[in-house]
């Protein structure tokens, strides 16, 4: 299984204290070596999968609106307006894992 970049930069952060703690003179080498493996690794997109569609009230127009529900991978489910995934104009990322892509059958 992949590790979200969260996860990463979680163990980049704990590498980084244990090094600390140790008084090691090689810490910073560690941390730098490290982070940029992080931030040069491309993030994989999180897999999605349909659940259902919801008809609510969107609060601003007060018209209503369909959202389709979908599972992601790494656990939450998420709502998405079916009128903007049909644009299939845009990518869709995910509102927990900053930057990742979320990629399913529906999105572009």
């Known amino acids: 299984m992949a590790y979200t970049y969260q996860a990463k930069k979680?163990?980049?952060?704990?590498i980084a204290?244990?090094?600390k703690?140790?008084?090691?003179?090689?810490?910073?080498?560690?941390?730098t070596q490290l982070e940029q493996a992080v931030q040069t690794e491309e993030k994989s997109p999180i897999?999605?999968?349909f659940v259902q569609e919801v008809a609510v009230e969107d609060p601003d127009t007060k018209g209503m609106v369909v959202l389709a529900i979908?599972?992601?991978?790494?656990?939450?489910?998420?709502?998405i307006d079916t009128s903007y995934v049909a644009e299939r104009v845009a990518q869709v990322f995910s509102?927990?894992?900053?930057?990742?892509r979320l990629q399913g059958p529906d999105l572009p």
């Open 10 to 14: 979680s163990l980049v952060d704990r």
């Open 17 to 19: 204290a244990i090094a």
């Open 21 to 31: 703690v140790r008084g090691e003179n090689v810490s910073r080498w560690i941390t």
């Open 47 to 49: 897999l999605i999968r």
């Open 70 to 79: 979908y599972r992601l991978e790494t656990g939450p489910m998420v709502g």
């Open 95 to 100: 509102p927990y894992d900053i930057g990742i």
